[in-house]
C-alpha cells in the first residue's frame, strides 16, 4: 500500500468511526461493527474490496441530505483511488462497501 492509499483510507475509515459513534451501531452497548476485506488476485492488478457492517444499534434511515461526510468518504475513493463506494443505509445498520484497485491509477473497477 502507498502512502496515497493510506491516507485515503485513513479518511474513510475515521469517517465511518466517527458517524457509527455518533449516530450508529458504536453509539449504543451491545452494537458491533464488522469490517471484512477481501482480495481478487485474479485480476490484474489485483481488485480490493472492503465491507463495512454495523448492527446492534439504533434503527437507520437514509438521511433527508447528503453529508459532507459521505462526500469525502466517496470522494477519496472514487478520485484519489480510482474506486467505488456504496453506502446502504439498511434499518438493521449502515453497510458501507469500498473497492478499489491495488495499483490505484488509471485502472477503474470492475
Known amino acids: 500500500m502507498n502512502a496515497q492509499t493510506a491516507v485515503v483510507l485513513n479518511i474513510a475509515f475515521h469517517e465511518l468511526v466517527t458517524n457509527a459513534a455518533k449516530y450508529g451501531a458504536l453509539s449504543v452497548g451491545g452494537g458491533a461493527v464488522t469490517v471484512v476485506w477481501t ?15 454495523e448492527r446492534g444499534g439504533p434503527p437507520v434511515q437514509p438521511p433527508s441530505r447528503r453529508g459532507f ?14 474506486g467505488q463506494v456504496t453506502i446502504d443505509f439498511q434499518p ?3 453497510l458501507c462497501r469500498m473497492r478499489y484497485r491495488a495499483s490505484h491509477r488509471n485502472y477503474p473497477v470492475a
Do not use: N, Q
Not at 39 to 53: H, K, S, Y
Not at 69 to 82: K, M, R, Y
Open 69 to 82: 461526510g459521505s462526500h469525502v468518504l466517496e470522494t477519496g475513493i472514487a478520485h484519489d483511488l480510482g
Open 92 to 94: 438493521e445498520g449502515l
Open 39 to 53: 482480495v481478487d488476485a485474479l485480476l490484474d492488478p489485483a481488485a480490493i474490496e472492503i465491507v463495512w457492517t
